[in-house]
C-alpha cells in the first residue's frame, strides 16, 4: 500500500506551526515514547512505500534491508521513509530541524521536490555570492573564501546547474564575472583534470546551454575562456616525451611539472580529458587539443591486453608505462572507465576500439571486483594485482559505476561474460540488473548511516577493518573515512537509473538523500561559532555568516559538527543530479506505469543527444560547429596551436 499523501492525512502540529516544535529531545524520551506506543500504532496502521515491480528476469538478489524503525537513519537520525513516523519523531522530540523534515517527508510530487532542490541551489550559490565572489571555493561557517587556481572554481563550475535550473539572473551575474573577471593569466599552476572537468567543462556547457536572452554581448566569452585554457593547459602534453600529461601545468609560463608528492600521473586524471579537449577541438577547428588526448589511448593500446582491461592507477609521463599494483574503481582511476564508454558515445559510436576497451573493463570488473556480502549486497572491491587479492573497500567515487552501466545498457551495449549462464551472479547479469544491484548497495550506505548520508569510504563485512570499525549493517566506517564531502556519484547513479527504467524508487531515494543534506549540512544564517543575538560584543572568534551547505565531519554520529569547507562539485554536481532526477523525464521504461519522454513531459537532456562530463556538465552531442576566435585567446608559447588554428 503506498504512503497516503499530505491532502489525505490529517494536519499534523509539527506541518502546521515551526514554532511548536523548536526544542531540542532527549535520548530518554525519544526511547520511552518512540519505542513504545506511538512507534507500535504507527507501525501498525501504515505500510512503507514500496518500489514498483521490476521484470521478472531482472528480479534483484535476495537481500533483506533492514526495516525503516532499525536503520541508524530513523532510529538515531529520526529520518525515516515514513512521513508519519518522521512527524511523530519531531513531535515527540520538539526540535525545529526535525520538524522542517517533517514537512519534506510529506512532499512526494516530483515537481514540488524539484523546485525544494532548487531553492537549495540558490541558496548555496547566494551564500558563496556573499563570502567569496569570484574566488574558488567558500569557507561556509565563517563566511570566507580559499583559492586552489584562483579562478572562481565554484562560480564557473555552478553555472550549468543555475541556467538548466532556471536561475536565469543568477547565471547571467557568473556570466558578466566570466566575461569581465575570469583571469587565465595569474601565475597559478592548476592540476590538468580538475582544471578541465571543472573550468573547460563548465564553461563548455554554460557556451551550449546559453540562448540569446542570456546577452550576445557575453555568451562569447565562455568558449572564448575555455579555448584560452585549453591552449595554456597544452604545454602537459607538449612537455611529455611520452604523450601521458604531465599532472600539472603554470598557467603563465607553460611549465609542466608532476605533482608536489608523486613523479607519476594518474590513469583517471590522464585519460578523462577528452570530452571537453574534443569539443575544443570542433568549437575551435584546432585539431591539436583532440590530437592529444588520441594520443592517451595510443600509449595505452599496447598495455590494456596485458591487465585484461583493469588498469593499475598510476603512470609514468616519462615512459608511459602503466605503474603500480593496485587495482580500484575509486580515486584516482574511476573516470577513466566511465570516458571509455562516454567517449564512444561521443564519436557517434563507431570506435569499436573504445567500446572493446569499455566491454573488456567491464567483464573484467564482473569476474574480478564484484563481490557479495553476507547479506546478499553486491559491491566493488579493490585488487592487489602482485598477490591476486581483494579488499572489501569501496569509495564512494566508484558509486558511479551504477550509472554508467545503466547508460551503457540504454545504448545498447552487452558486458556480460561470454559463456556465463547464471542471471543472478555478476558475470551473467544484464547491464542494467548489475546497475540496479549496485546502485543499491550505494544508497544502503546513505539508510545505514544516523545522519543518513554516505562516507568517504565503505569496508564491507566481508572482511572487517582493523581501526576501529563502527558496524554499520553490511559496511563499517573507519574513523579516517568517516566524513561526507557531499559527493554526487549516487546521486548521479540515481539519476540515470532513473533515465533508462522511469522506476519512481529512484526519485525517493534521491529525495530521502536531499532530506539528509538538508537536516544535517545545511548552515543557518547567523554566528559562527555560535552566539546568541550575533557577533556583537562576542569577540574576535566570531564570524557572521548567510545560510549555505558545509561538509560534514563524521556521518556516523547525529548530528555530526560541520567543516567550515564546500566542494565546488556540491553545486556543479549533487545538487543537479539530485534535481535533475525529479524533474526530467525518463527516456526509457523498465517498470509498469512509467510514462517516457513526450510532447507533454519532455526529455531535458536526452541521452541521445547529450553527454554528462565526470562533473556533471551536459555537453552537446550534435550540432557543435567552428566559431572563429580571436588569436588571443592562444598562448605564444604554444606555437603548434597557433599554426593549426589558422585564424
Given at each position: 500500500m503506498a504512503i497516503p499523501s499530505p491532502s489525505d492525512s490529517p494536519q499534523d502540529p509539527c506541518a502546521v506551526a515551526l514554532t511548536r516544535?523548536?526544542?531540542?529531545?532527549?535520548?530518554?524520551?525519544?526511547?520511552?515514547?518512540?519505542?513504545?506506543?506511538?512507534?507500535a500504532a504507527l507501525l501498525s496502521r501504515v505500510a512503507l512505500k514500496e518500489g514498483p515491480d521490476i521484470d521478472v528476469q531482472d528480479d534483484l538478489s535476495n537481500y533483506t534491508p533492514l526495516p525503516d524503525t532499525r536503520t541508524p537513519r530513523c532510529r538515531t537520525g529520526?529520518?525515516?521513509?515514513?512521513?508519519?513516523?518522521?512527524?511523530?519523531?519531531a513531535k515527540v522530540s520538539k526540535d525545529e530541524l526535525e520538524a522542517e523534515d517533517c514537512l519534506l517527508a510529506q512532499i512526494f510530487d516530483p515537481v514540488s521536490r524539484a523546485e525544494q532542490v532548487r531553492e537549495a541551489a540558490a541558496l548555496a550559490w547566494d551564500g558563496y555570492k556573499?563570502?567569496?565572489w569570484g574566488k574558488d571555493l567558500v569557507k561556509p561557517l565563517t563566511c570566507q573564501s580559499a583559492d586552489w587556481f584562483d579562478m572562481g572554481l565554484t562560480l564557473v563550475d555552478g553555472l550549468s546547474t543555475l541556467k538548466m535550473m532556471g536561475l536565469d539572473s543568477r547565471f547571467r551575474e557568473?556570466?558578466?564575472?566570466?566575461?569581465?573577471?575570469?583571469s587565465l593569466d595569474n601565475g597559478r599552476t592548476v592540476n590538468v583534470f580538475e582544471a578541465t572537468i571543472r573550468l573547460i567543462g563548465g564553461l563548455l556547457s554554460a557556451h551550449a546551454l546559453a540562448t540569446p536572452a542570456d546577452g550576445a554581448e557575453l555568451t562569447p566569452a565562455l568558449l572564448e575562456r575555455a579555448v584560452e585554457l585549453g591552449a595554456r593547459l597544452l604545454p602537459a602534453f607538449e612537455a611529455s616525451p611520452s604523450g601521458i600529461p604531465f599532472m600539472d601545468v603554470n598557467v603563465s609560463s607553460g611549465q609542466a611539472s608532476t605533482s608536489a608528492w608523486t613523479h607519476m600521473s594518474y590513469l583517471s586524471e590522464a585519460a578523462t580529458l577528452t570530452l571537453e579537449w574534443t569539443l575544443l577541438s570542433r568549437y575551435s577547428g584546432n585539431p591539436v587539443f583532440e590530437k592529444h588526448t588520441d594520443k592517451v589511448y595510443e600509449v595505452l593500446a599496447s598495455q590494456t591486453a596485458k591487465y585484461g582491461g583493469l588498469l593499475p592507477y598510476e603512470l609514468d609521463p616519462a615512459t608511459g608505462e602503466l605503474q603500480g599494483d593496485r587495482v580500484t574503481l575509486g580515486g584516482r582511476a574511476d573516470s577513466y572507465y566511465e570516458y571509455l564508454l562516454k567517449r564512444w558515445i561521443q564519436r557517434g559510436k563507431k570506435d569499436k576500439t573504445l567500446l572493446q576497451w569499455y566491454i573488456e573493463a567491464m567483464r573484467s570488473v564482473r569476474s574480478r571486483l564484484v563481490q557479495r556480502t553476507v547479506g546478499n549486497l553486491w559491491f566493488v572491491s579493490e585488487l592487489d594485482l602482485t598477490q591476486n587479492r581483494t579488499w572489501p573497500k569501496m569509495d564512494h567515487l566508484a558509486c558511479f559505476l551504477p550509472g554508467v552501466l545503466a547508460l551503457g545498457h540504454y545504448h545498447g551495449v552487452d558486458t556480460r561474460v561470454p559463456g556465463a549462464t547464471q542471471r543472478d551472479h555478476p558475470p551473467g547479469m544484464s547491464d542494467l540488473r548489475l546497475a540496479r544491484e549496485l546502485a543499491r548497495s550505494c544508497y544502503e550506505g546513505y539508510r545505514n548511516t544516523p545522519s543518513g548520508l554516505a562516507p568517504e569510504v565503505w569496508h564491507w563485512v566481508a572482511h572487517m577493518p582493523d581501526d576501529n570499525p563502527r558496524g554499520m549493517g553490511e559496511f563499517s566506517i573507519t574513523s579516517l573515512d568517516a566524513h561526507s564531502l557531499l559527493r554526487p556519484e549516487t546521486a548521479e547513479s540515481l539519476y540515470l537509473l532513473y533515465k533508462v527504467t522511469g522506476d519512481p524508487a529512484y526519485q525517493d531515494?534521491?529525495?530521502?538523500?536531499?532530506?539528509?543534506?538538508?537536516?544535517?549540512a545545511r548552515v543557518r544564517a547567523g554566528a559562527h561559532p555560535p552566539h546568541g543575538g550575533g557577533c556583537e560584543g562576542a569577540g574576535e572568534g566570531c564570524h557572521e555568516h548567510p545560510a549555505n551547505y558545509a561538509s560534514l565531519d563524521n556521518v556516523a554520529a547525529a548530528p555530526s559538527s560541520q567543516r567550515d569547507s564546500q566542494e565546488s562539485f556540491f553545486l556543479s554536481e549533487t545538487l543537479k543530479y539530485l534535481w535533475l532526477v525529479q524533474a526530467d523525464a525518463p527516456d526509457a521504461c523498465a517498470v509498469a506505469n512509467c510514462t517516457r519522454a513526450g510532447p507533454g513531459r519532455p526529455s531535458l537532456f536526452p541521452l541521445d543527444t547529450w553527454v554528462f562530463n565526470t562533473e556533471a556538465h551536459p555537453l552537446p552531442l550534435a550540432g557543435v560547429r567552428r566559431v572563429n576566435l580571436p588569436q588571443r585567446v592562444?598562448?605564444?608559447?604554444?606555437?603548434?596551436?597557433i599554426t593549426a588554428m589558422n585564424v
Open positions: 516544535c523548536t526544542k531540542r529531545h532527549k535520548g530518554a524520551v525519544f526511547v520511552t515514547l518512540i519505542a513504545t506506543s506511538i512507534l529520526g529520518l525515516c521513509e515514513s512521513w508519519q513516523l518522521t512527524c511523530a519523531i556573499a563570502c567569496a557568473g556570466l558578466a564575472w566570466v566575461a569581465s573577471g575570469l531515494q534521491a529525495w530521502a538523500i536531499f532530506r539528509a543534506v538538508q537536516r544535517w592562444l598562448k605564444p608559447y604554444s606555437p603548434e596551436a
